[in-house]
């Protein structure tokens, strides 16, 4: 019996990927987001439970990228072409070149042994957070929707699909132990991931526009990208 709880953790993640497309295509594009992440909590809760019960199995690795497809490519891709149709027509179809993508980067992780303790390309669940927050804000919030946005938007997903399969090094958040000195680029993306929310919560309260929660994701992602690029610089010149 319990060989078989990692695989339907698994299923339950495709599923929210699944109902998170749907809910995209009705425009509840906050719905979609908190699908999106229930889905994340589903698969980091698959893999802790297969390394748990000693249960992994070469149909479970193959069932996780099938599911993490669904959850962290083609959803945030439904919610920004469904965003972006109404805007720019069927220009919007370039959004779900994310999907594809996506599916590409996964296949690579499951075939490259350098990525046992970080990245190479960006995670898929990192660019399925950003995406769900941004276009959400975009939905919710009062920004500009015109084709010069949708223009932006659309190159920013062609960015975000070269950094999927891209061989730029992006940290985990896996910590072999807890010193500063091994840890070091992690403290600073979780210390200013804080600051950032609490710089959200202070703009929030004092205007009183509680959406403004929704884009903080996509914030947080953008400075995890360029923590990564700026410890990649540092790399390079060492």
């Not at 995670?123 to 010069?148: I, K, M």
Request: charged share 10%; proline share 4%; hydrophobic share 55%.
């Amino acid at each position: 019996m319990k060989k078989h709880i990692p695989n339907t953790l698994t299923c339950c993640n495709l599923l929210s990927g699944a109902v998170a497309v749907w809910l995209a295509t009705e425009h509840l594009y906050i719905c979609a987001l908190g699908m999106i992440i229930v889905g994340a909590l589903f698969d980091f809760c698959d893999g802790l439970s297969a390394r748990a019960l000693n249960v992994s199995s070469p149909i479970g690795k193959e069932l996780d990228s099938l599911a993490d497809d669904i959850t962290f490519g083609l959803a945030p891709a439904m919610m920004l072409f469904c965003f972006l149709k109404p805007i720019v027509g069927y220009w919007a179809l370039i959004a779900l070149l994310m999907a594809a993508f996506s599916a590409l980067r996964l296949a690579k992780f499951n075939l490259d042994e350098r990525q046992t303790s970080d990245f190479i390309g960006l995670a898929t669940p990192a660019n399925a957070l950003f995406w769900g927050c941004l276009t959400a804000s975009f939905r919710y919030l009062p920004l500009p929707h015109n084709t010069l946005t949708a223009g932006f938007l659309l190159t920013l997903s062609l960015l975000s699909c070269y950094l999927l399969v891209s061989e730029i090094p992006f940290f985990s958040l896996k910590f072999h132990d807890m010193t500063w000195a091994h840890n070091r680029t992690r403290y600073i993306f979780l210390i200013g991931s804080v600051l950032i929310l609490l710089a959200v919560l202070l703009t929030a309260a004092l205007t009183g526009i509680w959406v403004w929660f929704i884009p903080s994701g996509a914030v947080i992602i953008v400075w995890y990208i360029l923590l990564a690029l700026t410890t990649l610089n540092h790399t390079n010149n060492s």
